[in-house]
């Protein structure tokens, strides 16, 4: 058995590069946002008690990943890294939908797996070195949304049900 000859495709880079650009952007604002959010949210959450710093961080920081996961992720899967890589590779339009339905399920599920604990240290930097710890991360997460994002969809794949983390691999 040979290994597969590794073929330069220029036109699927430029469909990743694309991809990638939009995505940063998006979220290089995220960033901001949720730590406005997730400190008002915290400070609601306490009521004006004083903690202990380590609980006040703590609390910050899980209801920033839970703005994410809830949120954010949802709205960016469905209108950006679900459609724009379908529709850049040929699929018609009118079948985003469905491949948004099909896939965005088993993406958080695995986003969940993934991120969680990656932003549990992430929110807890400085803000101007964010963008480089997450680009350092998702070079991994991108193997992850690649595989979903390309894998083929048939009948048996519109109902509800995620895939598990076999299934996508």
């Known amino acids: 058995d040979q290994p ?4 330069f495709d220029p036109e699927r880079t430029g469909r990743f590069v694309l991809k990638g650009l939009g ?3 998006i979220w290089s604002q995220w960033y901001g946002i949720a730590d406005g959010w ?4 915290c400070q609601d959450v306490l009521g004006g008690f004083e903690f202990m710093a380590g ?3 703590a609390i910050r920081t ?3 990943i839970a703005l ?3 949120i954010a992720c949802p709205i960016v899967y469905a209108l950006w890294d679900i459609p724009v ?6 699929v018609p339009a009118k079948e985003v939908p469905l491949q948004v339905k099909s896939k965005l399920g088993g ?4 986003n969940a797996k993934v991120w969680t604990f990656v932003n549990a240290l992430i929110y807890n930097i400085p803000l101007e070195w964010r963008i480089l710890a997450v680009s350092t991360a998702d070079i991994f997460w991108q193997s992850v949304v690649s595989s979903v994002a390309s894998k083929d969809i048939s009948d048996d794949d519109t109902d509800e049900t995620p895939p598990s983390s076999q299934q996508m691999a």
């Open 4 to 7: 597969e000859e590794f073929v």
């Open 23 to 25: 995505g940063g952007l």
């Open 38 to 41: 997730s400190s008002i949210l």
């Open 55 to 57: 609980t006040q961080t």
């Open 62 to 64: 899980a209801i920033a």
């Open 68 to 70: 994410e996961q809830f």
């Open 85 to 90: 890589p379908t529709v850049l590779s040929g």
């Open 107 to 110: 993406l958080l599920v695995e």
